[in-house]
């Protein structure tokens, strides 16, 4: 099956600062790849997602962007601010069916100090 | 909005007892999914449904079971709770083009 690997584990930048969370997948069957933010005592939310059909996509201060030759995947936030402090999961799936599970990464704590 | 409820924030159950998680979503969701979060080891899938009476398991199936009787409602079940089951558990529904939504979870611990 698919296997998803995150890092860091942890990430602590000060504010302003740009923050970049990787992510690996193993089954180059993958096309979707979402990543999820989990603020405290909360369901993790998607954030933003990407096809293996695009390179790259952006919205406002978050980006992501996917090799799929060497089936990695990133996450880049830029401008940090306080607000951004959560965990972060990266996930891959195959699509469709049954396909629609998620295999999710172990998460990134990243902190923003103010 | 897609709205996930989950029927308890907190939950504190005893050692052999038999425990039901429920969850319903409000948006016509074919697909809903069970996963448990344990610190450093992420979300990992139970069971999913795809659709009224179906089920297929997922990563971590053992000491569960599920029910999806009616499509806005699937249940997770721990017919013999033990220690090992204390965890958050997080249930999720599909939207159109694979978003996956949650609800707020349910801390579950076993005494």
């Known amino acids: 099956g698919e296997n998803v690997e995150q890092h860091p584990s942890t990430l602590s930048v000060q504010e302003g600062d740009s923050a970049v969370i990787k992510c690996t997948y193993s089954d180059s069957a993958s096309n979707y790849f979402p990543w999820y933010k989990q603020e405290l005592g909360k369901g993790p939310q998607l954030i933003i997602d990407i096809r293996s059909n695009v390179g790259e996509k952006k919205d406002q201060r978050i980006a992501v962007t996917l090799n799929k030759t060497a089936k990695h995947f990133s996450l880049h936030i830029t401008e940090t601010q306080p607000e951004d402090s959560a965990v972060y999961f990266c996930a891959a799936s195959k699509g469709g069916g049954s396909n629609y599970k998620l295999t999710f990464g172990k998460g990134t704590l990243l902190t923003v100090n103010p | 909005d897609v709205k996930v409820t989950q029927s308890s924030r907190y939950l504190v159950k005893r050692t052999g007892e038999k425990v039901f998680l429920e969850c319903v979503q409000d948006?016509?969701?074919?697909?809903m999914f069970w996963y448990r979060q344990d610190p450093g080891l992420g979300l990992r899938l139970i069971y999913f449904s795809y659709d009224v009476k179906m089920k297929e398991k997922g990563d971590i199936p053992e000491g569960y079971s599920v029910s999806r009787e009616k499509k806005e409602r699937f249940s997770l079940i721990l017919e013999s709770a033990s220690t090992n089951q204390t965890s958050m558990y997080l249930c999720?529904?599909?939207?159109?083009?694979?978003?996956?939504?949650f609800g707020p979870g349910t801390r579950l611990t076993v005494l």
């Open positions: 999720a529904s599909l939207g159109g083009v694979n978003e996956q939504f």
């Open positions: 948006m016509d969701h074919e697909n």
